[in-house]
C-alpha cells in the first residue's frame, strides 16, 4: 500500500516539480536548462553500458573525481556515465572529469522516467555516492540485474528516521543494495537498523579525506592576493555560507573591525547566483563590497571591506588566501559543509553548532584542537580577532587541521579495490 502511495504522490507532484524549476531558474537560469534530462530523455552522446556514478551535487562530485577518473585510466574500453542532481554538480564534472566520461542529469524519480532512462542507457553498474537512495531508480537496477552498490555511504540520525517512518520501502531498497560501503561505523549502524543485510555492509573511511590541492594552488592564490590588492592585510574567509547566516557574519566583520580596520572578508554563499543579493546586503551594512568576478574583471584598484566569492571551483583557492577559515552552513540548520578543504590549506577552523551533516568529520577536527565551534557574531567575531593577533595559535590549528586530514586517507585506494572486482564482473 504504502509503495502504491509513492507513486501516486509521485504523479501529482508533477506539475509541482515544474514549477519548481522554473521558479528555481528564476535566480539560478541552469535549473530552466535541459529539463528534458530530468525526465529521463538522455542526449544522443551518452554511451550505451556504461559504468553509472550518481554524484548528486558538487561536493559529491568533486569527492569522487579521483575515484571515477583513476578508473577510467584503468578500464580505458569501458564507457562511464556520470549523473548530477544539480547545475553546481554539473559543473564539477565539466571541470574535473569531462575529458573521460558523459554527463547528463539524473532523472527524477517517477517511474516512466526511470524506465525511459534505463531503457536509452543500459548501465551496467550503478555506484550511488553517499546516501542517494530512490525507490524506482533502485528497484528498475534490480529488474534489470545492474549491481547497484552505495559508496562513501552516510546517513545521519534525522535521515534515518525519515526513512524509518516508510520502512517498507526503505527495507526493499536496502535488500536490492549489492553492499553498502559506509564512511563511519554509526552510519553503518543505522544502515543495518532500516533493514541492510550486515553482511555487506562495510566501514572503510571517507574518501573526502583524500583531497589534493591543485597543482596550480600556490601560483593562483598568489596571483588573487595581487589582483584583489590583498597583500598585508588581514583576510578570513566565510565559505559556503546560507540565507541568515550572511547576516550574522557581517555583523562579525564590523566587530572584528574595530580591532582590525584592514581587515578584509571573503564571503563565499552556498550558491553563486546569491552573490548579488549578498553584495546589497553588504553595503547596507556599511561595507565597501564588490563580487570577486567584477573586481578580476575591471583589475580594479579599489581595496574592499567585503568580497563576495561568486565562480564555481574558485574555493580551494580562497581558503588559500585567508588567515581563518569558518565553514558555512552551521550557524543556520542547514547541516553544515565540508572542513576538509580548509583543512587542507592548513587554516584553523571555525563552525557553528548546526553540523549534522558532519559530525564525525567536524569531531576529527574537534578532537585535535584545530576546529572550535562558535554560536553567534560574537563569538565569530572573537575567535578571529584572536587567532589574527596570536600567530603562533593560528599556525598551530592550521597545522593540526592539515595533520587531520594527513591521517585520514586511503579510503579512495580502498574503494578502487571493491570496484575494481565489481567492474571486471560485469564488463
Known sequence: MLKLFYQVLLVCSVPWVLLRLRWRARKEPEYGKRIRERFGHVPQDVPNGPIWFHTVSAGETIAAASLIRQLTEEFTETPFLVTTMTPTGSEQVRQKLNDCVSHCYAPYDFRWGVKRFYDAVQPRLLVLMETELWPNMIDEASKRDVPVLLMNARLSERSAQGYSRVSSITRRMMSQLRFVVCQYRDHAERFISLGADPGKVSVLGSVKFDVELPADHDERVQHLQASLRLRDRRVWIAGSTHPGEEEVVLAAHRSIRERHPDACLLLVPRHPSRARA?????????????????????????????????????????????????????????????????????KPLLMGPEIFNFREVAAAFGDSGSLQLVHDAQELAANVTEL?????????????????????????????????VEIHACT
Not at 565562480?311 to 552551521?330: D, H, K, P, R
Not at 596570536?390 to 590549528?397: A, H, S
Not at 592550521?398 to 586511503?410: I, K, P, R, Y
Open 278 to 346: 549578498i553584495v546589497r546586503l553588504a553595503g547596507q551594512a556599511g561595507f565597501s563590497t564588490r563580487q570577486m568576478s567584477a573586481l578580476d574583471a575591471e583589475h580594479s584598484n579599489l581595496s574592499m571591506d567585503v568580497i563576495v566569492g561568486d565562480t564555481m571551483g574558485q574555493l580551494v583557492y580562497l581558503y588559500g588566501l585567508s588567515e581563518v577559515a569558518f565553514i558555512g552552513g552551521s550557524l543556520v540548520p542547514a547541516g553544515g559543509h565540508n572542513p576538509i578543504e580548509a583543512a587542507i590549506c592548513g
Open 388 to 420: 589574527f593577533t596570536d600567530t603562533d595559535e593560528r599556525n598551530r590549528r592550521g597545522e593540526l587541521a592539515f595533520q587531520v586530514v594527513a591521517d585520514n586517507t586511503g579510503t579512495t585506494r580502498r574503494l578502487l579495490e571493491l570496484l575494481r
